[in-house]
């Protein structure tokens, strides 16, 4: 996987390499390049010369997100000569790196050679490269064996080793290896290389073990990414376009799946490369929802780790407490020793209404009655959190005001930038904030809970308390956000209740979480496709004119495509199929200028003035819930629903769609195919939907 820095990856769940275009790492303190795993830097420098000279790529081939192939010469492209030695340098990642480098000599008499390979490993921990800190606390130590180096780091009980073997005769130095073979003319040298990364317990035991375990031979990734893809419904349509990010997003959430070793082998999505390669709680749910109707196996081992790392207690550096699902986790150094609070850390606000959402939804597709009841308890310590610690101030709202006050999130919402939410001045609010969209998930859940309470856990009476609790929500909600001399939804309210004005697409999340009056969506739905928050390519995080507008400010003006695909979601919900369409539309292009994969986010710049999506210069990639967003789009434009034991379809496919059919959609009926046909001569059903079958 290749991006616009020039930097080539390979990943496998956590495990991950970056390097240049050349194969070489060569890290500084806060570039994240390297190779990487449970949060830590096991290889910060891996340089290969021949002949004291490093080497430049003249191809590479990364079409597999787990195996790369460099074609390599030495010298530089600006001053190549034709050259009689070149190399292949293959690497594949998995539980461990492995790579093999393969020699030719095309000149006419034969060569000896000085292979090196600089080795070198700063285990540096995820957030020092990410906050530059360049002191570690520990101390390094290296060995040389026979046909070893093996590299480490202590720091009390926390250890981290690399090993370095070959499986050609090689010279192990403190900093590195070397080899000299004689090539004849004609001739080719071929070695490979291991680097297997240890996480050590206290007695010595590596924790990775049983993940090799699970994996023992590489040479089943292949199959296993075939297997996932195949899979998955078929997605046919004349749109290359939407064949390609189709394809690509597959494969990337394949990329990112990771097994958490208390799941016994089941894989949960990674949020994303290179800074959230763990668990997100948001995250995942988000990507979950997303992804129901063509890889609906990642929801029930979401769900259940997140409900076996659910607080259950008080804990202000955490902030954790009792119900409230976590935001992330983390197994790096700074969390082992509570410099970061991510072992797990709670701070979010979100993720606890969202577990329930996906509990319902997954329901819903696949009618899995047996997991509604085995994370009953679960649903319920959610659902009280939300009413028993996120109302701060007693007024019906999920509030958040963190208490690590050193590292803990300031923002505890799906924007978690510093000053993401701030007053169309640009004057940022006090604290503690509610956001609007998280009291539609609240709202949302309620819903949810009390059909899973009524139809599942045989407790109508605490269905009808939330259904009273809801409607109440749904009341205060509409009288205390709602700008009625602007037509839209306040981004949050202040501490004091003052509604925080900004123009946001945070409204877009209310509409899919039903939290709108049907009197109220039309301008809603006028606002989010204005010139002021659509681009062209997509819906704005923060609309043009507002006080910390910025095209390129992480939540300050992007657009994010999963934040797009949820409001598309939101729009078909309330009958403006037209509009879903655009953003379809916008985002689909987008995605070629980026091969296909659709980064974290890109800058909001209008597109009549750029005519090409700008690349924001941090964005993740591949992450998760972008990954997503091309099936939740999918799902939009076909208007597939969950109707009890039947899928049902009410298609408006926008013009750049002709024809779109989606093949053996596994649910709870087997499995259907839909089929629909852009007619624009054909009005969209408004009430109820068509079984899932031929549309023409």
């Known amino acids: 996987m290749r991006d616009i820095a020039g930097t080539v990856s390979c990943i496998d769940g956590n495990t991950f390499i970056v390097s240049d275009t050349s194969g070489d790492v060569a890290a500084s303190a806060a570039t994240p390049v390297g190779l990487f ?23 590479v081939d990364d079409s597999q997100y787990y195996e790369v192939a460099f074609f390599v010469v030495p010298g530089g492209q600006v001053d190549y000569v034709q050259a009689d030695v070149s190399a292949i340098r293959r690497r594949r990642i998995g539980p461990d790196l492995v790579e093999s480098l393969t020699i030719f000599n095309y000149g006419d008499e034969e060569i000896e050679l000085d292979v090196r390979w600089e080795v070198a490993a700063d285990f540096a921990d995820i957030f020092d490269i990410k906050f530059d800190v360049r002191e570690k606390a520990g101390s390094h ?19 981290r080793e690399a090993s370095v073997s070959a499986s050609e005769p090689a010279a192990f130095d403190p900093g590195g290896l070397r080899f000299t073979p004689r090539l004849r003319s004609g001739g080719r040298w071929s070695t490979d290389l291991r ?78 490369l290179p800074w959230f390669m763990t668990l997100f709680g948001r995250d995942s749910l988000l990507t979950c929802l997303q992804t129901l109707p063509v890889t609906p196996s990642l929801t029930p081992p979401t769900l259940r780790i997140l409900a076996s790392l659910q607080g259950a207690r008080t804990d202000h550096l955490l902030e954790e407490d009792p119900g409230r699902i976590l935001h992330e986790l983390r197994y790096g150094e700074s969390s082992a020793f509570e410099e970061q609070p991510h072992s797990p850390y709670y701070g979010t606000v979100d993720a606890s209404p969202l577990f329930v959402v996906l509990l319902d939804e997954y329901e819903r597709w696949s009618g899995d009655a047996a997991l509604v009841r085995e994370l009953e308890q679960e649903a319920r310590a959610a659902i009280a959190w939300i009413d028993d610690y996120a109302d701060l101030t007693s007024t019906g709202y999920v509030w958040y005001k963190r208490r690590n006050q050193v590292t803990g999130l300031e923002n505890q919402c799906w924007k978690d930038s510093w000053d993401s939410i701030s007053y169309a001045d640009g004057r940022l609010p006090g604290f503690p904030r509610a956001t609007c969209e998280v009291q539609g998930y609240a709202y949302d859940a309620k819903i949810r809970a009390a059909r899973l309470a009524r139809t599942f856990w045989g407790d109508p009476a605490y269905a009808d308390r939330l259904e009273r609790e809801a409607a109440a929500l749904y009341e205060r909600f509409n009288r205390d956000f709602w700008l009625d001399d602007r037509g839209y939804y306040a981004l949050a309210l202040d501490h004091d209740g003052t509604p925080v004005d900004s123009l946001s697409s945070n409204i877009g999340h209310l509409l899919w979480s039903g939290i709108v009056p049907p009197d109220r969506a039309t301008q809603v739905a006028g606002h989010l496709m204005g010139p002021a928050l659509f681009s062209g390519w997509g819906v704005r995080t923060l609309a043009e004119g507002q006080g910390r507008y910025n095209p390129l400010g992480y939540h300050n003006g992007t657009v994010w495509p999963f934040d797009n695909s949820f409001i598309a979601w939101g729009l078909r919900r309330y009958g403006f199929a037209t509009e879903a369409g655009r953003i379809v539309e916008g985002i689909v292009d987008a995605a070629t200028y980026f091969q296909g994969r659709l980064p974290e986010a890109f ?51 926008p013009p750049a769609f002709d024809r779109i059919a989606l093949l053996d959609i596994p649910g709870r009926w087997g499995e259907v195919d839909a089929f629909a046909r852009h007619r624009p001569d054909r009005p969209v059903p408004e009430d109820g939907h068509h079984p899932a079958s031929s549309m023409e």
């Open 141 to 159: 130590y290296t060995h040389v064996g026979p046909g070893e180096l093996r590299l480490g780091y202590r720091r009390g009980t926390f250890r």
């Open 195 to 272: 680097v297997v990364m240890r996480a050590l317990r206290p007695d010595g035991v590596d924790f990775r073990a049983p993940i090799r375990a699970l994996r023992p031979d590489d040479s089943t990734l292949p199959e296993s990414v075939r297997t996932w893809v195949a899979a998955a419904p078929k997605l046919d349509t004349e749109h290359a376009a939407l064949r390609e990010v189709y394809h690509r997003s597959l494969v990337d959430l394949a990329a990112l799946r990771f097994a958490p070793l208390s799941l016994g082998g089941a894989s949960v999505p990674a949020a994303g």
């Open 37 to 59: 795993a449970a949060d830590t830097r096991f290889l910060s420098r891996w340089v290969l010369t021949i002949n004291g000279e490093r080497l430049t790529a003249l191809s």
């Open 603 to 653: 800058g909001g710049f209008e597109r009549h003035v750029t005519r090409y999506p700008v690349r924001y210069p941090t964005a993740g990639s591949p992450q998760a819930w972008s990954s997503g967003a091309c099936p939740l789009l999918i799902r939009t434009m076909l208007g597939l629903e969950p109707h009890e034991d039947h899928l049902a379809v009410n298609p408006a496919l």
